[in-house]
């Protein structure tokens, strides 16, 4: 089955700086690629995803990449906010036939310091 | 709209106790899913129920029952469960248009579930 691992696992950034989120995958099938922002006491809320014929997608201040040959995508934040403190999880969801679960990756938690 | 709402927001049962977890939406969608999650991990798949049918138990532990009454609600039925099942219990929806799994997943706030 599909394994992701996501690094790191706790990143702490001043207010204004960027962050980067790094995801790889094992399963080369694999085409959808969802990142959640977790608030504390919250459900997972997506923020941005990428389809495997897409390799860069952009949302404002998020942005994910996705290189589909070393089967790794990543989350970049830029000018960060105190807000964007949460745990991020990336997931890949394999493209074989029937239903596919999705995997998710162990969770990073960003802390931005004002 | 993509709000997927659950009740309650936290449960507190004892182990001989017998409670349900709901879940509600009203984006038209016809996969929902029961997530299980324990402090500092991800989300764990239960169950998925594809146009009111369960398409997926991920051998879950029979004390668990869900249902799903119609394409707008799901059940999480709890019987005899153990202090190790403490968690936030998430449901999630999806449009499964086709029933492709690469749709989307829309995620409830989620329900503290504490077993005594």
């Known amino acids: 089955g599909e394994n992701v691992e996501q690094h790191p696992s706790t990143l702490s950034v001043q207010e204004g700086d960027s962050a980067v989120i790094k995801c790889t995958y094992s399963d080369s099938a694999s085409n959808y690629f969802p990142w959640y922002k977790q608030e504390l006491g919250k459900g997972p809320q997506l923020i941005i995803d990428i389809r495997s014929n897409v390799g860069e997608k952009k949302d404002q201040r998020i942005a994910v990449t996705l290189n589909k040959t070393a089967k790794h995508f990543s989350l970049h934040i830029t000018e960060t906010q105190p807000e964007d403190s949460a745990v991020y999880f990336c997931a890949a969801i394999g493209g074989g036939g029937g239903y596919q679960k999705v995997t998710f990756g162990t969770g990073t938690k960003l802390q931005v310091i004002p | 709209d993509t709000e997927v709402t659950q009740t309650p927001k936290h449960l507190v049962m004892g182990m001989t106790n017998k409670k349900s977890l709901k879940c509600e939406q009203h984006?038209?969608?016809?996969?929902m899913y029961w997530y299980k999650q324990k402090a500092k991990k991800p989300p764990e798949l239960m169950f998925v129920y594809s146009y009111e049918k369960l398409s997926i138990n991920e051998s879950v532990p029979s004390r668990f029952s869900p249902e799903c009454p119609n394409s707008s609600l799901l059940n999480l039925h709890l019987h005899a469960l153990q202090p190790e099942d403490s968690a936030l219990y998430l449901c999630a929806s999806s449009q499964d248009r086709a029933r492709i799994s690469t749709d989307t997943q829309y995620f409830g706030p989620g329900t503290r579930l504490t077993v005594l």
């Open positions: 984006m038209g969608h016809r996969a």
